[in-house]
């Protein structure tokens, strides 16, 4: 590796004399963070007016979705529970009930064909 990469030379902005930096660098420390500062405030007055001349187009509010309304009223467990205390029975006792009652009589019931 040659050293010629590393060089004396001055700050660009305060004149202070840097030795043995990268021959890149054009500032030293203090005058780098100041400048960085500055390009960034630039940066960000920049982006604010590209802003103010050019808004970005608010997107169109998203329609809401309708709830699909449930062909069965929907119970709760809970309901479950306090309609079978509320027989005397048990809840597993309940629920068979419910489902008996709820049970469609089959299509084929007395008939020849042949069940499903
Ligand atoms: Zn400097």
Redesign the pocket.
């Known amino acids: 590796m040659s050293n010629t990469l590393y060089i004396t030379r001055t ?6 004399v840097m030795r043995n930096v990268y021959h890149t660098k054009v ?6 963070h100041q400048h960085h500062l500055d390009m960034c405030a630039a940066y960000r007055e920049r982006k604010r007016a590209e802003r103010m001349l050019h808004p970005a187009p608010k997107p169109a509010p998203k329609p809401i979705p309708k709830k699909p309304v449930p062909a069965v009223p929907v119970t709760t467990l809970a309901d479950d529970i306090r309609a079978a205390d509320k027989l005397g029975i048990s809840y597993g006792k309940y629920m068979l009930l419910k489902m008996q009652a709820n049970k469609k009589a089959c299509p084929c019931a007395n008939t020849d064909k042949p069940k499903r």
């Open positions: 700050c660009v902005d305060c004149g202070k500032r030293c420390p203090e005058c780098g």
